[in-house]
C-alpha cells in the first residue's frame, strides 16, 4: 500500500469514526442515559487531598431513578478537620468504607459509558481521574455536562444586569427553589445537580425537542 493510499484510508475512518459520534449526538436528550454525580473531598487540592464519598444517580428518559443510587465511602489516611465542617464525613461515623480501588472500580461499572453530569465538573473529574491513574487505570472517557455553565445559557443577556462569573449549586438551588435539606452530602448534592439539571434543560428547550449535541455546543 503506497503512502497515499494509507492516507485515504486513514481519512475514511477518521471520517466513519466522525460520522458515528455525530450520530450519537443526534438524539432527543430524554433518550440518554446520564449519571449525575458529586464527590466528597479532603479539600480543593488536585495533588494531595483525597476523595472521601462518591455519591451518584442515574436520569432515565428524563426522570431520576432514585431506586438506582450510587454512595460509596473510601478509606482515608489524609484527614484535614476543617473540612469536616462542610461535609459533615467524620472517619469513625460511617461503617462501610471500602479502598480507592474498589470504590472506583464499582463507579465504572455504574457509570458505564453514560454522559456524567457534574456542578463545576472539572473538579470532580479531575478528583476521579487523579484518583484512576493513581491506581493504575486508565481516565475517564465519557462526555461531561457542567449545569455551572448550561445555567449561565439560560440566563438573560443584557448590559442592564450583572451577572456572576460563578455560580454555586446553591444560587442554583435557590434560583429553582430546590430543597437543601441534604446538601453538602455527595448524594444530597448529586440530587439538587439533577434536579437544576431537569429545570434548565425546561428553559433551553422553550417547548421544542433538543438534541443531545446542542448541549456541547
Known amino acids: 500500500m503506497t503512502l497515499k493510499e494509507k492516507i485515504i484510508e486513514i481519512l475514511e475512518i477518521l471520517g466513519i469514526l466522525k460520522k458515528l ?3 450519537s449526538l443526534n438524539r432527543p436528550i430524554e433518550s440518554e442515559r446520564f449519571v ?3 464527590t466528597e473531598t479532603t479539600g480543593f487540592d488536585y495533588e494531595n487531598d483525597r476523595i472521601l464519598c462518591i455519591g451518584a444517580i442515574t436520569l432515565e428518559n428524563g426522570v431520576i431513578n432514585l431506586q438506582n ?3 460509596h465511602y473510601m478509606d482515608q489516611e489524609h484527614f484535614d478537620k476543617t473540612s469536616v465542617q462542610i461535609h459533615g464525613i467524620i472517619r469513625s461515623d460511617v461503617l462501610d468504607h471500602k479502598t480507592e480501588i474498589q470504590v472506583l472500580k464499582l463507579f465504572l461499572d455504574y457509570v458505564g459509558d453514560s454522559i456524567i453530569i457534574a456542578h463545576h465538573a472539572l473538579f470532580d473529574i479531575t478528583m476521579i481521574n487523579n484518583a484512576l491513574k493513581r491506581n493504575g487505570m486508565d481516565t ?3 462526555k ?3 449545569t455551572a455553565s448550561l445555567y ?7 448590559n442592564l444586569i450583572q451577572h456572576k462569573d460563578h455560580y454555586t449549586l446553591d444560587d442554583l438551588a435557590d434560583k429553582f427553589d430546590i430543597s437543601k435539606k441534604d446538601r453538602h452530602t455527595a448524594v444530597g448534592d448529586a440530587y439538587i445537580t439533577a434536579i437544576a439539571f ?9 417547548n421544542k425537542e433538543m438534541k443531545l449535541y446542542q448541549l456541547f455546543r
Open 21 to 23: 459520534i455525530d450520530e
Open 36 to 38: 449525575v454525580l458529586d
Open 69 to 71: 443510587v450510587f454512595e
Open 140 to 142: 475517564l472517557k465519557n
Open 144 to 146: 461531561t455536562l457542567d
Open 152 to 158: 449561565k445559557r439560560t440566563l438573560i443577556k443584557s
Open 198 to 206: 431537569l429545570k434548565i434543560i425546561k428553559k433551553l428547550k422553550e
